[in-house]
């Protein structure tokens, strides 16, 4: 059955994010990607880069049904396992074996801002146990960086957030920084992206 999402966002951030994981995604091996929403994202850098095997996840069933159809539609059955059944909080991430073996990053996009802050902290410590050193966490989304919005309509969007849930919204990049260095990772990189957005690299030390 065909139960393709479409996320109007993914067909806007796509290619300037699929620059940066070309960047610095440049080995062969297996890639994580946390809270994969539709699955648009996960079938479009599966097909950008063959030398990897894109491992999609999400803990909503609606969305793990999205993508596998979305794998089906882009017939990349043969490529691509089916999406885990993954809430970053839970204590044990089911990764198989092989993937974790091979595993050389995960990715995280917009996920910080629609969950609490303890997803912020169960995402490091879960990355933590399953990455080895040298491996990355990549990040994607808004932040807020040295106590200020980048832009007003992240403001907005920060407010729009809380009113949702009274514990999502904007993270601190700075506080996630600090998140990072007590599970072990160091900050590479921050980029600045389209639409008021950064991408975050983290090394496992
Ligand atoms: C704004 S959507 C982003 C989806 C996709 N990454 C994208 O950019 O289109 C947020 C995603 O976070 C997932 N999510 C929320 N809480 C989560 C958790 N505790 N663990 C893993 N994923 C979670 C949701 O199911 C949803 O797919």
Not at 99 to 108: G, R, T, Y
Not at 145 to 170: C, H, M, P, V
């Amino acid at each position: 059955m065909n139960q393709r999402l479409f996320f109007a966002a993914t067909l806007r951030n796509r290619l300037p994010i699929s620059k940066i994981l070309g960047k610095f995604l440049t080995q062969k091996g297996s890639v994580l990607e946390l809270a994969s929403g539709s699955g648009e994202h996960g079938v479009y850098f599966q097909n950008l880069f063959p030398n990897l095997v894109w491992l999609t996840s999400d803990p909503n069933p609606s969305y793990r049904e999205s993508i596998i159809s979305w794998i089906n539609y882009k017939r990349l059955n043969n490529i691509m396992p089916k999406p885990l059944d993954l809430d970053v909080r839970a204590s044990n991430w089911p990764v198989p074996e092989k993937s974790c073996k091979d595993l050389i990053a995960i990715v995280a996009i917009n996920l910080l801002h629609v969950s609490d802050w303890g997803c912020t902290e169960a995402l490091f410590k879960g990355s933590r146990n399953i990455l080895k050193k040298d491996g990355l966490l990549i990040l994607y989304g808004p932040f807020i960086k040295d106590r200020k919005y980048t832009s007003e309509s992240n403001s907005i969007f920060d407010l729009s957030l809380k009113e949702q849930n009274a514990n999502w919204g904007l993270r601190e990049i700075e506080k996630v920084d600090c998140v990072a260095i007590k599970n072990s990772f160091v900050k590479l990189h921050l980029i600045d992206m389209p639409a008021n957005n950064f991408s975050v690299i983290y090394k496992r030390t």
